[in-house]
């Protein structure tokens, strides 16, 4: 029998578990209330989705990466064309690239207000859950006349985009967005002044600027630490070079400022939208590619609503890619919930862990083994792994 | 002996179905989903579709839950989870299986860690098609899962299984 007071109290949770909808499973350590140790193990969802784009065809593929993760399909489907323009040396027209930015910036704003939901969730403060999913409806809707359909939209083609838009949808858009503006500005004074939640944000889970450089916080995670990482500022890519944004950024932090670093985006993503509506390039919506992909390597880095997603693309001149690799980031900022869960009461873990925004069908792109016999992880090296592969085959062609 | 069931039998029957009916809880299970789905029967419960005006209820544990819920295509690290939490369900229990790559694998057939849909691995009640499958859609599998456990009550199937 193991000296539970000596180690302390281990606290499974998941991977089925009431905090969120996916899979994840963790372990906290406690001491009384007090985490002590905290332990995640990942690849509950991992499909092996990079494999399978090394199959697929270079059009295949575009709807196979927006199944990587449905709340930012879009965001993977866009690194993935650009990618493949790079490739092939073309560029999508200023019209269909303002377009993507548009559906881009929508597809943010319906998830921060998934987002506030969740967490709010988690906070005990179901009556923010459901009026920010009630309201998300709003921005749901406008996604779906836009695009046809409300989660993956499909927007993108490799060279371009698939619809154009019209005056009567831009009309649409610009009243959902002073419906959700009003309401955005009610939801800031909630989070920033009711008594209740601020007790659950407040001065929880703060992460120092220096930690978050450390420990390679990306997207809004980072800018509520005062890390000034937004690629959409830093390394504009499609139309973000015409229509600028701006950072939004806090000094303090903790979860409060995680809430409001992303309410001020929203205001932000109102605001490029109006613009783009107001001065949406004419021209073309694609340019012809291409029937062969030259052979090549291609880097697209991407602001995603949870920070930055990485995409790498090799193609040899075939009809499919041959070597393909996302990076998300969730597996980015899940490093700062272990460490920062660690001193914090039990009750605080889930809101620290739903203020990263995570999304484990993104950052599954690994699986961990585990011998059965003790439990304990195994490493292979890259000798061993392929040893393995031939006896694996062999065995079973016997 | 009397095979013919007696009048009380018959009426603790009737009145177990039809709780059961009106109250249907839930459990979502994601075995491998890309949140598409999740998101959608999320967005089901929360007040545009508000399906708990239906007597339905997400539950937090399998040993609350009537229905299981089962978004993705299994994968090999969720499978033998998925068959756990169906275990731990007390009968009688139902699974319905939400979206594409949960009937069948969807666009992830043939990935090396994705075993198929979730009916080669748990007996599925009712398939509810889409990419992601639309709350009304979801509204209408349920609703259509409700109508079968009414036959399958006024039969007196739902207490032997």
């Given at each position: 029998m193991t000296d539970n007071t000596a180690?302390?109290?281990?606290?499974?949770?998941?991977?089925?578990?009431?905090?969120?909808?996916?899979?994840?499973?963790?372990?906290?350590?406690?001491?009384?209330?007090?985490?002590?140790?905290?332990?995640?193990?990942?690849?509950?969802?991992?499909?092996?989705?990079?494999?399978a784009a090394e199959a697929r065809s270079w059009t295949q593929n575009l709807y196979l990466l927006e199944r990587v993760c449905g709340i930012c399909s879009h965001i993977h489907a866009l690194a993935y064309s650009l990618a493949v323009e790079q490739l092939a040396g073309v560029e999508a027209p200023p019209r269909a690239q303002a377009i993507r930015v548009l559906v881009a910036e929508l597809e943010r704003i319906h998830s921060h207000f998934l987002w506030m939901g969740v967490s709010a969730h988690e906070a005990g403060f179901d009556t923010l859950f459901m009026y920010s999913w009630r309201d998300r409806e709003?921005?749901?809707?406008?996604?779906?006349?836009?695009t046809g359909n409300r989660v993956n939209y499909s927007a993108n083609l490799l060279g371009g985009v698939k619809f154009d838009l019209q005056a009567a949808q831009a009309d649409s858009i610009r009243r959902g967005l002073d419906f959700l503006e009003q309401r955005t500005r009610h939801y800031l004074d909630v989070v920033s002044n009711d008594a209740m939640f601020l007790q659950r944000t407040r001065g929880i889970g703060v992460m120092t600027r220096a930690q978050a450089e450390v420990m390679g916080a990306v997207g809004p995670t980072a800018r509520a630490s005062n890390v000034g990482r937004d690629l959409r500022v830093e390394a504009p890519y499609a139309a973000y070079r015409d229509f600028p944004v701006r950072m939004a950024l806090d000094e303090r932090g903790d979860l409060e400022a995680r809430f409001e670093v992303r309410i001020r985006e929203l205001f932000e993503s109102f605001r490029l939208i109006r613009q783009i509506l107001d001065d949406l390039p004419p021209g073309e919506l694609g340019v012809r590619l291409p029937r062969r992909i030259p052979a090549g390597e291609a880097v697209v880095r991407l602001e995603a609503p949870r920070g930055e997603v990485y995409y790498f693309v090799k193609s040899n001149g075939g009809d499919r890619p041959e070597r393909l690799k996302v990076r998300t980031p969730t597996i980015c900022n899940l490093t700062s919930?272990?460490?920062?869960?660690?001193?914090?009461?039990?009750?605080?873990?889930?809101?620290?862990?739903a203020g990263i925004d995570p999304c484990f069908s993104c950052n599954d792109r690994l699986v961990q083994l585990y011998q059965e016999?003790?439990?304990?992880?195994?490493?292979?090296s890259w000798k061993d792994l392929r040893q393995y592969g031939i006896d694996f085959y062999a065995r079973r062609q016997a | 002996m009397n095979t013919t069931p007696n009048v009380w039998q018959e009426v603790m029957r009737g009145m177990k179905t039809w709780a059961r009916l009106n109250s249907p809880w839930v459990l979502h299970f994601n075995t491998g989903s890309c949140n598409g789905c999740d998101i959608e029967i999320l967005a089901t419960l929360t007040p545009r579709y508000d399906l708990e005006r239906l007597g339905v209820r997400l539950q937090a544990s399998p040993r609350h839950a009537?229905?299981?819920?089962?978004?993705g295509a299994v994968t090999r690290q969720a499978r033998d989870r998925l068959v756990r939490i169906y275990a731990q369900m007390h009968e009688p229990k139902c699974v319905v299986a939400i979206g594409s790559c949960a009937l069948s694998g969807g666009v992830f057939q043939?990935?090396?860690?994705?075993?198929?849909?979730?009916?080669?691995?748990?007996?599925?009640?009712?398939?509810?098609?889409?990419?992601?499958?639309?709350?009304?859609?979801?509204?209408?599998?349920?609703?259509?899962?409700?109508?079968?456990?009414?036959?399958?009550?006024r039969q007196g199937k739902a207490d032997s299984q």
């Open positions: 180690q302390g109290f281990t606290v499974p949770i998941g991977p089925q578990h009431p905090a969120l909808k996916e899979p994840g499973h963790f372990q906290f350590t406690v001491d009384g209330e007090i985490v002590t140790r905290a332990y995640v193990r990942l690849g509950y969802a991992h499909r092996g989705i990079e494999k709003t921005v749901m809707d406008l996604l779906e006349g836009l919930v272990v460490r920062l869960a660690v001193g914090h009461q039990l009750a605080d873990v889930p809101m620290i862990l016999e003790t439990g304990e992880g195994r490493s292979m | 009537d229905i299981l819920l089962c978004t043939g990935c090396y860690n994705v075993l198929g849909g979730i009916e080669d691995v748990l007996p599925v009640d009712a398939y509810i098609p889409g990419c992601p499958p639309r709350p009304e859609a979801v509204i209408d599998g349920v609703v259509k899962l409700l109508d079968g456990l009414r036959a399958r009550g």
